[in-house]
Nanobody, 126 residues
Framework: QVQLVESGGGLVQAGGSLRLSCAAS????????MGWFRQAPGKEREFVAA??????????AYADSVKGRFTISRDNAKNTVYLQMNSLKPEDTAVYYC?????????????????WGQGTQVTVSS
């Protein structure tokens, strides 16, 4: 059974940085596209960033709201995907979820992802 475990969340002041990690249990991690989503209280889950299995040209995707501030990366040797979050804003406050799919492109649709982690809370104070 596939498990995704997020870590790295916490409380940070506006303008600060956090790096989220997602450790995956599947042996074929390198063949999965990985995504980050977030859900704020009272709001629907929204796409944040994705990286395809290859991480090659054209295989990244970012929500407009995080472009230039967040960076997604992966280390296939460690079965881990990261989300570096800089210049954080109070509106970035949410539970952040890691997700995995066998779709070969960096898809932004939550419905495309098969496996989900339990989430990690990120709170940005003003």
């Amino acid at each position: 059974q596939v498990q995704l475990v997020e870590s790295g969340g916490g409380l940070v002041q506006a303008g600060g940085s956090l790096r989220l990690s997602c450790a995956a249990s599947m042996r074929t991690f390198s063949t999965y596209t990985m995504g980050w989503f977030r859900q704020a209280p009272g709001k629907e889950r929204e796409f944040v960033a994705a990286i395809s299995w290859s991480g090659g040209n054209g295989q990244y995707a970012y929500a407009d709201s995080v472009k230039g501030r967040f960076t997604i990366s992966r280390d296939n040797a460690k079965n881990t995907v990261y989300l570096q979050m800089n210049s954080l804003k109070p509106e970035d406050t949410a539970v952040y979820y890691c997700a995995a799919t066998r779709i070969s492109i960096a898809t932004i649709s939550p419905a495309s992802y098969v496996y989900w982690g339990q989430g990690t809370q990120v709170t940005v104070s003003s």
